[in-house]
């Protein structure tokens, strides 16, 4: 079975400081990877995925990751903090044409 | 504009009575899905259709029924057997249910059991 786990419930950054949100995988196969954000009471969205073409994904609002099969990880980081960067962040695999998310990680951004 | 749409937003509804969230999608995308939200517990899959009038269980399909008649149209009815229903419920479509596939969400309907 494939599985993600997410390091931290909440994360708290300063602005202007790094991002770094922390995503293990488990899986027997080659994992295809994602990650999406959630703003408060709306929908998901694609920040990057992780389809075996490069190790390094960089993804929409300066966001990117690295996938480190040694690891077992798909770390999200950016290199400095924005208010607007508030918000819920989920990793997940897909497995076998489902997704499988972790727990989400609830980031506060302070000034 | 395409994407997904979801209604209602905000959804009452007394012990007992079955209710339908709606969902819809003009992307032309095969696969749809619906997730549940819990706090602290990321999104669960309830049910998932890959093609018109075919759908399978996801991993908490107890006390829920979908239908999917139309390529646009994957409506989810939420059962008096569900036991715990308050939640914020989340659509989603992709293009083919690949393992690649992105899969794009609507705005989510929050439903409350009075």
């Known amino acids: 079975a494939q599985s993600v786990t997410q390091l931290g419930s909440h994360v708290s950054v300063s602005e202007g400081a790094l991002v770094l949100l922390r995503c293990n995988y488990s899986?027997?196969?080659?994992?295809?990877l994602f990650w999406y954000v959630q703003y408060p009471n709306q929908g998901l969205q694609l920040l990057l995925k992780?389809?075996?073409?490069?190790?390094l994904v960089k993804g929409i609002n300066g966001f990117e990751a690295e996938f480190k099969k040694s690891e077992t990880s798909f770390h999200l980081t950016k290199p400095s903090a924005h208010m607007s960067d508030a918000a819920e962040y989920f990793c997940?695999?897909?497995?076998?044409?489902?997704?499988?998310f972790g727990a989400g990680t609830q980031v506060v951004v302070t000034p | 504009d395409g994407g997904i749409t979801q209604s209602p937003k905000y959804l009452f509804r007394k012990e007992g009575q079955n209710v339908t969230l709606s969902c819809e999608q003009n992307?032309?995308?095969?696969?749809m899905y619906w997730y549940r939200q819990d706090p602290g517990q990321g999104l669960r899959l309830i049910y998932y259709?890959?093609?018109?009038?075919?759908?399978q269980k996801g991993d908490i399909a107890e006390g829920y029924s979908v239908s999917r008649e139309k390529k646009e149209s994957f409506p989810l009815t939420v059962t008096s057997a569900q036991k715990n229903p308050t939640a914020f419920y989340l659509c989603?479509?992709?293009?083919?249910?690949?393992?690649?596939?992105?899969?794009?969400f609507g705005p989510g309907t929050r439903l409350t059991v009075l």
């Open positions: 989603a479509s992709s293009i083919d249910g690949g393992n690649t596939d992105t899969q794009y």
């Open positions: 992307l032309n995308h095969d696969a």
């Open positions: 899986s027997s196969v080659p994992p295809y």
């Open positions: 259709s890959q093609i018109v009038n075919d759908f």
């Open positions: 992780y389809t075996s073409a490069a190790t």
């Open positions: 997940a695999v897909n497995a076998g044409g489902k997704l499988q």
